[in-house]
């Protein structure tokens, strides 16, 4: 099992990274959250990975963070859900973000990743209900009702649930929902 890969970045092409460990290069596919963080071309990098050996290909799937892989291993697990919808679901949402809609059990935020539909994302939600949170060392966020009706309006209003997080983490500690709203909208006025 190759759980770990650290080289020299040879080549991006997403999702798919080349990286040299030693003289050996490996094709390693990685979601886009950890794709647009790699460092430029001939610089080191290393990866958590995950190693997929099927009949007809050995595919390896790579990671910035630990909490990024566990959810992918997490998402496998799902009957239906294959490594590259696992791919593709942590492309569009955060480690974090995915850990907010189970724990909200909002199919809307899953349904507008690529590839999921309603009925997909109401299995991914009730089959990952209890199993994202502290076991991978995310924080239940938001912290409070007053910071969830915050993000849910400034995912309303049209903004990323990147962008919305980000703004809510900016916010100061036991803010109202109407001048958090001002101020989160100030913040990304910006």
Known sequence: ???????????????QVLIDCHGVGYEV?????TFYNLPALGEKLALLT???????????YGFATAQERSAFRQLIKIS????????????GMSVADIAQAVTAQDAGRLVKIPGIGKKTAERLLL????????DLG????P????????????????YSDKEAALALK?????????????????????
């Open 50 to 60: 995950h190693f997929v050996v099927r009949e007809d290909a050995q595919i390896l």
């Open 80 to 91: 239906g859900v294959g490594p590259r919808m696992a791919l593709g679901v942590l492309s």
């Open 170 to 190: 900016a916010l100061p500690e036991g803010v109202a929902v109407g001048e958090g709203i001002k101020l989160a909208l100030k913040a990304l006025a910006r």
């Open 127 to 134: 089959e990952l209900k209890g199993k994202f949170g502290p």
């Open 143 to 158: 912290t409070s009702d007053a910071q969830a009706d915050i993000l849910q309006a400034l995912v309303a209003l049209g």
């Open 138 to 141: 995310i924080a239940a966020s």
């Open 29 to 33: 596919d990685v979601p886009m959250s």
């Open 1 to 15: 099992m190759i759980g770990k890969l650290s080289g020299i970045l040879l080549e991006k092409n997403p999702p």
